[in-house]
T-cell receptor
Framework: DADVTQTPRNRITKTGKRIMLECSQT?????MYWYRQDPGLGLRLIYY???????NKGEISDGYSVSRQAQAKFSLSLESAIPNQTALYFC???????????????????FGPGTRLTVL | SQQGEEDPQALSIQEGENATMNCSYK?????LQWYRQNSGRGLVHLIL?????REKHSGRLRVTLDTSKKSSSLLITASRAADTASYFC?????????FGPGTSLSVIP
C-alpha cells in the first residue's frame, strides 16, 4: 500500500463550490505539506504543518485553508473554488534526519499521487 | 522568486545518449536534492548532495555541486525511454524545501 494517499484523485467542480482534498500517510512523519503544480511553474507551497498543533502558510495560501486532524491526516479546503485554482495538487510528508553529528538536517519529501482538480 | 531553477526547460534525446540537466540557485544551501516526476504522478526523491560534497553517484545518475557558482548538474548516462519524466532540483531554505520549475526530459526510443 502507498505510504501517502490522496483522495479524490480527480475532481471536477463548479465555481463557488467548497472542495476538500484529503491526505493520509502511514510513514509516521510529523511534517506534512500541500503543494499545487501548474505547467511551467513547478511546485508552489500552499500550507505546511510541522506537527499537529503547527500550521503555517506557504507562498500561495489565499483562497485555501487546511486542517491537521491527526499526525497522519492533513486536509486542504478550497472555500469557494474559482477557475484559476484548476491545478494538480500534491500532499507530501517529511521527517528531517541528520547524516552525522553536527550535520545540517536533510528534509527528503515523500509525495502522494496527486489530485487533479478542475474548476469550471 | 524561486530558489532553484533548472535548465534547460525541456530536453529531447535519443535512447542511449546522456542527458544533462542543470540547476542554479540564489542563496547558500546546506543540501540539494533531485527529484523525478513521471507524467501526472507524485515526485520521487532520486539523490541528495550535501554542500560539502562535490559529486555523488547512484546507478546511472551522477550529480555535481559547485557552491561557488551556486549550481548543480544531474547527468543520466545511457538514457532509456523509461527515463522520460520531469526532473526537479530542490534546495533547503528557512526550514523548507524549495523546488525549481523542472526540466522535462524526453528519451526517444
Amino acid at each position: 500500500d502507498a505510504d501517502v494517499t490522496q483522495t479524490p484523485r480527480n475532481r471536477i467542480t463548479k465555481t463557488g463550490k467548497r472542495i476538500m482534498l484529503e491526505c493520509s500517510q502511514t510513514k509516521g512523519h510529523d511534517r506534512m505539506y500541500w503543494y499545487r503544480q501548474d505547467p511551467g511553474l513547478g511546485l508552489r507551497l500552499i500550507y505546511y504543518s510541522f506537527d499537529v498543533k503547527d500550521i503555517n502558510k506557504g507562498e500561495i495560501s489565499d483562497g485555501y485553508s487546511v486542517s491537521r486532524q491527526a499526525q497522519a491526516k492533513f486536509s486542504l479546503s478550497l472555500e469557494s473554488a474559482i477557475p484559476n485554482q484548476t491545478a494538480l495538487y500534491f500532499c507530501a510528508t517529511s521527517e528531517p534526519y541528520r547524516l552525522g553529528s553536527g550535520a545540517h538536517p536533510v528534509d527528503t519529501q515523500y509525495f502522494g499521487p496527486g489530485t487533479r482538480l478542475t474548476v469550471l | 522568486s524561486q530558489q532553484g531553477e533548472e535548465d534547460p526547460q525541456a530536453l529531447s534525446i535519443q535512447e542511449g545518449e546522456n542527458a544533462t540537466m542543470n540547476c542554479s540557485y540564489k542563496t547558500s544551501i546546506n543540501n540539494l536534492q533531485w527529484y523525478r516526476q513521471n507524467s501526472g504522478r507524485g515526485l520521487v526523491h532520486l539523490i541528495l548532495i550535501r554542500s560539502n560534497e562535490r559529486e555523488k553517484h547512484s546507478g546511472r545518475l551522477r550529480v555535481t555541486l559547485d557552491t561557488s557558482k551556486k549550481s548543480s548538474s544531474l547527468l543520466i548516462t545511457a538514457s532509456r525511454a523509461a527515463d522520460t519524466a520531469s526532473y526537479f532540483c530542490a534546495t533547503d531554505r528557512h526550514d523548507k524545501v524549495i523546488f525549481g520549475p523542472g526540466t522535462s526530459l524526453s528519451v526517444i526510443p
